[in-house]
């Protein structure tokens, strides 16, 4: 007969053993999600092809503005320029517009980025004109050269919002165009203002 002690003792290392088994096992698990984590976290960080596509839009460039008041009305022109360059690791453009618009000194910032998480392009704009931050989100044409977003905006004539519709154009390395619509409270649209940006030379060059 086995001694009671013995048989104790057995059982306890065999507790122990037990235990350690799966203190192991739960630590694998625990490496492998940390694992996992970390892996997702630096797919969710690193730029990719959609945030070489911005680095086109960055430079200086000179522009002119047309704007519409409503539907039918004659367009204003006026000129400005954009100055943009690629930030945090060429994640996003900022873009820095100055000109006129409807014969008015117009000032205002853009930042675009692509969230790897969403999949989708965001675009965060402010100006001079007003004290709203104006959100838009949108994709790329199969194409790849647009970047179509839509978003709801500040209304000063309402107080609410009004839904937009943008387009941001590559026409070749050195040229491109915006174009926003406002849509009316009958559900069309108008276009109220484009953009046409060619880029400034430098100099010496041809």
């Known amino acids: ?52 596509f911005l680095a086109n839009f960055a430079g200086d460039w000179d522009v002119v503005t047309n704007a519409w008041m409503g539907p039918g009305a004659t367009p204003t022109t006026g ?16 873009m820095h517009y100055n ?26 704009w402010i100006d001079n004109s007003s004290t709203s931050f104006y959100l838009t989100e949108g994709v790329r044409d199969q194409g790849g050269a647009t970047l179509a977003d839509t978003g709801l905006w ?18 070749g390395p050195d040229a491109f165009t ?3 619509y406002m849509t009316q409270p009958d559900g069309t649209e108008f276009k109220s203002l484009q953009n046409i940006a060619v880029r400034q030379k430098v100099e010496g060059s041809e």
């Open 1 to 52: 007969m086995v001694p009671r002690k013995a048989v104790i003792a057995n059982v306890t290392v065999a507790v122990l053993l037990c235990a350690a088994a799966a203190t192991a096992v739960l630590a694998q698990e625990a490496d492998k999600d940390q694992q996992k984590a970390m892996e997702a976290y630096m797919a969710m960080m690193a730029p990719n092809e959609n945030h070489v």
């Open 79 to 94: 000129q400005g320029t954009y100055t943009a360059e690629m930030i945090l690791g060429g994640r996003f453009v900022m």
């Open 99 to 124: 000109g006129t618009i409807f014969g008015q000194p117009f000032e205002g910032y853009q930042v675009i980025g692509y969230d790897n998480i969403k999949k989708k392009y965001e675009t965060f």
């Open 154 to 171: 500040a209304d000063p004539m309402t107080g609410g919002s009004v839904k937009i519709r943008d387009e941001m154009k590559l026409v």
């Open 178 to 180: 915006y174009e926003l």
